[in-house]
């Protein structure tokens, strides 16, 4: 059995580090740009979305804390557009998984799904928003800032991002992604975003940037006229940091976990060089890089909450990540952001091993030896990967790649499947 699988060895992926945040400090000091903004008594939503942002909880409750200490009445707001399943249940149980309760914050969190229409972009195209948010007298979004996964607009996914879609609710985010099948995901944003800013009662925004171990690196609050002037800044320096897959050319795949507090596409699709709109099926010497012949994901983060989104991206999956599918979280999601392809479902196999032997066998060389192969935990973490003895001389000449043993087996247990990738 072991001459049907390569052999596979640890590697550790230098990573710049930035300097430590204090990420609590950080609001407090910034929130004097918004500070004069408020009076006692005032209704002010801090809007809180579905991704797994590190030291969230935090941000939260300085952003909570910072609105009490100016007298006002703060609550906070799901601004996730259709995550969650689309219900107000749903999206309560996503923050609650991120320990952003009403017990832990401290105050209440009004999670309707209702919306009520702001106005009409240019093109008579009307933007939906949060009749909770609608009606309050300020609000304030919290949301990392980084390259998004289906656009290259400077603004990316953050602060613009939640404030039209994730505050949008699901009818808001379904109009928006309608409008970005015609007029492009940038262009419809930003068409948006200005009616949203024009007419919605926004303070501002508390911007978070990681660096590529998936840590803070920048914490900034920012007023909402700041907002369109900063956020690019801040999305290009983000860009900066992502980490990446260390070769050109993938014949396999191996990721552990996919999930949506990974990536809105469950899996980033600016590490796989894949998008949801469709993606290249042999090498491109012109396309970016990598080029991934197959993909094979073994499982999805629980705090998907069963959606799925991602998997039809991969050419193979698990029995057990499908009996773990909310088909109606996966359905909906899907469908709202008019990613269909996203949803598709991939081969399913009983067994890792059965899944990684047919993945090999479905190659231009079969070989097990020959095969380019990587593993990663999920995409947001790449210091540690397991690749194949096909790749070692690559990783020898790679100047931030450190091999951290030699080239073993591939081991499975005694149900055939793969252990954990510890980090």
Same mark, same amino acid.
């Given at each position: ?79 996730? +557009?259709? !995550?969650? =399943? @689309?219900? %107000?249940?749903?999206?309560? /149980?996503?923050?609650? &998984? *991120? #320990? ?67 505050? +949008?609710? !699901?009818? =808001? @985010?379904? %109009?928006?992604?309608?409008? /970005?099948?015609?007029? &492009? *995901? #940038? ?71 996919? =999930? ?12 796989? #060089? ?150």
């Amino acid at each position: 059995m072991a001459d049907e699988f390569p052999q596979m060895f640890r590697v550790r992926q230098r990573l710049d580090a930035t300097p430590p945040v204090d990420v609590a400090a950080s609001v407090v000091d910034g929130f004097s740009s918004i500070r004069g903004q408020l009076q006692p008594g005032m209704r002010i939503g801090v809007g809180v979305g579905s991704r797994g942002i590190s030291n969230l909880a935090k941000a939260v409750a300085a952003v909570i804390g910072e609105l009490k200490k100016a007298g006002t009445e703060p609550f906070i707001i799901p601004a996730m +557009g259709s !995550h969650g =399943g @689309a219900t %107000a249940e749903g999206q309560l /149980a996503v923050l609650a &998984g *991120y #320990g952003v309760t009403e017990s832990s914050m401290g105050v209440p969190i009004r999670a309707t799904m209702e919306v009520e229409p702001l106005g009409q972009a240019e093109d008579g195209r009307e933007v939906l928003w949060s009749r909770e948010a609608a009606s309050s007298d300020g609000i304030i979004v919290i949301n990392r800032v980084k390259p998004h996964t289906s656009f290259s607009k400077p603004v990316g996914s953050g602060l613009t991002k939640m404030l039209v879609v994730g505050l +949008g609710k !699901h009818a =808001g @985010a379904s %109009a928006y992604h309608a409008a /970005a099948l015609r007029l &492009g *995901y #940038g262009e419809a944003l930003m068409r948006l975003a200005g009616v949203v800013l024009a007419r919605a009662p926004i303070l501002g925004g508390v911007a978070l940037v990681e660096n590529g171990l998936h840590e803070t690196a920048r914490v900034e609050v920012l007023a909402a006229d700041a907002i369109a002037r900063r956020e690019p800044e801040l999305c290009a320096e983000a860009a900066a940091m992502m980490p990446s897959l260390p070769f050109d050319e993938i014949d396999l795949l191996i990721v552990d976990q996919i =999930g949506k507090n990974i990536s809105g596409t469950g899996m980033d699709t600016n590490t796989i #060089g894949r998008r949801g709109s469709g993606y290249r099926l042999v090498p491109d010497a012109a396309a970016a890089k990598p080029f991934i012949w197959r993909i094979f994901v073994r499982g999805l983060t629980p705090e998907s909450c069963g959606n799925a989104i991602g998997i039809g991206l991969a050419e193979a999956t698990t029995r057990r990540l499908l009996a773990d599918i909310d088909t109606d979280a996966l359905h909906t999601n899907s469908i709202t952001s008019r990613s269909v392809l996203s949803a598709k479902l991939p081969m399913a196999f009983e067994t890792d091993a059965a899944a990684v032997h047919a993945m090999l066998a479905s190659l231009p060389d079969a070989d097990p030896a020959k095969a380019r192969v990587v593993r990663i935990r999920d995409t947001l973490s790449l210091g540690l990967l397991e690749v194949s003895a096909a790749l070692g001389g690559e990783v020898e000449a790679h100047p931030a790649l450190e091999p951290l043993g030699q080239a073993e087996p591939m081991q499975f247990d005694d149900s055939g499947n793969l252990a954990g990738l510890a980090q």
